[in-house]
């Protein structure tokens, strides 16, 4: 007889020894044992779970485990994982054992295909991938569609991973592989079916667009001001003036359209119009904090100050490293440089901000920390707002 734990748990010891070398051999560097971390990981979730007893005749032939005294954790420990490394015109998967190419179109027919072809039904199939803005809609609306859990994962972890486990090479093939082995690092409420909302993206669409717009105009100005200072010749002036014109319009345009399309929504309506009666938020950084608010809809107050990247950060070792604390600057950029001036504004105007920015600068703090402890504080009340769905209120 002999005690077997599922993949999921065993990890890299779990798996037999040539699946460890074929696996080993994708990587240029190769882990010599697994981290402490790893092992801290799997002892825990092992202790969580009950050892299935199984024959080594149906452990040899990976038959599937039918005396496990739990059916349900049973369930949960059979994943079929596929890592997918997208790009702009092609998937590459990874399905532990051999590499396969996808056409990124929309419907992913051809991935669908192979899906249904290697498995009955999508319950215990994990997809792994990044989030790589436009490039990985196609899979999040296929695997949305499709009831398939999926692992979204940063960018900025997948690639601190390769470099923990010695990849010094990047194709699209080794990206594709790489997260198939961080499979094992992966927190199970992590894995979920991705949920689209068809109000959040419509909001995104349109507060990207006037970024886009907005710092084309500021580009525009920037150079006319230059030509300016160069005696640039009048007609090229006028011409880029009269586009520096065209792109302010367009600018006016984009936020009536925006606000059109919140005021046809009963939900997003009530929303706007309470984020609007705080004090220093204006119709922009309503827009902004309500697309942010409605796509991380299960937030507490340290996830959505983390999320526009107002978190602190310090780094320190020993007595000889002890840097300055800072913010992070990992969440969203858009909606943290959105809310710089109506912070100022707040200051100003809003109570409970002013008294936050005052108490500290009498602690001797610099203007810049409190005018970022008065931004953080500014996300928290709309965040509550939101939340409570109420408009704000002093008392």
Same mark, same amino acid.
């Given at each position: 007889?002999?005690?077997?734990?599922?993949?999921?748990?065993?990890?890299?010891?779990?798996?037999m020894?040539?699946?460890?070398?074929?696996?080993?051999?994708?990587?240029?560097?190769?882990m010599?044992?697994?981290?402490?971390?790893?092992?801290?990981?799997?002892?825990?979730?092992?202790?969580a779970?009950?050892?299935?007893v199984?024959?080594?005749?149906?452990?040899?032939?990976?038959?599937?485990?039918?005396?496990s005294?739990?059916?349900i954790?049973?369930?949960?420990?059979?994943?079929?994982?596929?890592?997918?490394?997208?790009?702009?015109e092609?998937?590459?998967?990874?399905d532990?054992?051999?590499?396969?190419?996808?056409?990124?179109e929309?419907?992913?027919?051809a991935?669908?295909?192979?899906?249904?072809?290697?498995?009955?039904?999508?319950?215990?199939?994990?997809?792994?991938?990044e989030?790589?803005?436009?490039?990985?809609?196609?899979?999040?609306?296929?695997?949305?569609?499709?009831?398939?859990?999926?692992?979204?994962?940063?960018?900025?972890r997948?690639?601190?991973?390769?470099?923990?486990?010695?990849?010094?090479?990047?194709?699209?093939?080794?990206?594709a592989k790489?997260?198939?082995?961080?499979?094992?690092l992966?927190?199970?409420?992590?894995?979920?079916?991705?949920?689209?909302?068809?109000?959040?993206?419509?909001?995104?669409?349109y507060l990207?667009?006037?970024?886009?717009?907005?710092?084309?105009?500021?580009?525009?100005?920037?150079?006319?001001e230059?030509?300016e200072?160069?005696?640039?010749?009048?007609?090229?002036?006028?011409?880029?003036?009269?586009?520096?014109?065209r792109?302010?319009?367009?600018?006016?345009? #984009?936020?009536?359209? %925006?606000?059109?399309? *919140?005021?046809? !929504? /009963?939900?997003? =309506?009530?929303? @706007?119009?309470? +984020?609007?009666?705080?004090?220093?938020?204006?119709?922009?950084?309503?827009?902004?904090?309500l697309?942010?608010?409605?796509?991380?809809?299960?937030?507490?107050?340290s996830?959505?100050?983390?999320?526009?990247?107002?978190?602190?950060?310090?780094?320190?070792?020993?007595?000889?490293i002890?840097?300055r604390?800072?913010?992070?600057?990992?969440?969203?950029?858009?909606?943290?440089?959105? #809310?710089?001036?109506? %912070?100022?504004?707040? *200051?100003?105007y !809003? /109570?409970?901000? =002013?008294t936050? @920015?005052?108490? +500290?600068?009498?602690?001797?703090?610099?203007?810049k920390?409190?005018?970022?402890?008065?931004?953080?504080?500014?996300?928290l009340?709309?965040?509550?707002?939101?939340?409570?769905k109420?408009?704000?209120?002093?008392?």
């Open positions: 007889m002999l005690y077997f734990a599922s993949e999921e748990f065993s990890g890299w010891l779990g798996q020894r040539p699946e460890r070398l074929s696996i080993g051999n994708q990587f240029v560097g190769q010599d044992r697994p981290s402490t971390s790893l092992n801290s990981i799997r002892s825990e979730m092992a202790r779970t009950s050892a299935c199984v024959t080594r005749s149906s452990y040899g032939k990976g038959l599937p485990i039918t005396n005294p739990n059916k954790i049973r369930r949960f420990l059979m994943k079929y994982y596929i890592a997918i490394d997208v790009s702009k092609v998937l590459s998967v990874f532990g054992k051999k590499d396969l190419t996808f056409k990124n929309r419907g992913l027919r991935l669908k295909s192979y899906l249904k072809e290697k498995f009955e039904t999508f319950d215990d199939v994990v997809i792994i991938f989030s790589t803005g436009p490039y990985s809609n196609y899979l999040k609306k296929f695997c949305a569609t499709n009831q398939i859990k999926t692992c979204i994962i940063n960018p900025k997948s690639s601190n991973f390769a470099k923990a486990i010695g990849n010094r090479s990047k194709t699209d093939k080794i990206d790489t997260l198939y082995a961080f499979k094992n992966i927190n199970p409420g992590d894995i979920k079916v991705p949920e689209i909302d068809k109000d959040v993206e419509v909001l995104s669409a990207s667009s006037y970024e886009f717009v907005l710092k084309t105009r500021i580009s525009i100005s920037n150079h006319i230059a030509l200072h160069n005696d640039a010749p009048k007609k090229l002036l006028s011409t880029l003036k009269q586009e520096f014109k792109n302010k319009q367009l600018e006016g345009r #984009l936020l009536n359209k %925006t606000e059109k399309h *919140i005021e046809k !929504n /009963k939900e997003l =309506k009530e929303d @706007y119009h309470n +984020l609007l009666t705080i004090p220093g938020i204006g119709k922009i950084s309503a827009i902004a904090l697309y942010l608010f409605k796509n991380y809809k299960d937030t507490n107050r996830q959505i100050t983390a999320l526009v990247g107002l978190d602190p950060t310090r780094k320190e070792s020993g007595t000889s002890s840097g604390r800072k913010i992070s600057k990992n969440g969203n950029g858009t909606v943290r440089k959105i #809310l710089y001036f109506p %912070t100022l504004t707040a *200051i100003n !809003n /109570k409970r901000i =002013k936050v @920015y005052e108490r +500290l600068i009498n602690n001797h703090k610099s203007k920390v409190a005018l970022i402890a008065a931004m953080r504080k500014l996300v009340i709309a965040h509550a707002v939101y939340k409570n109420v408009e704000f209120s002093i008392a």
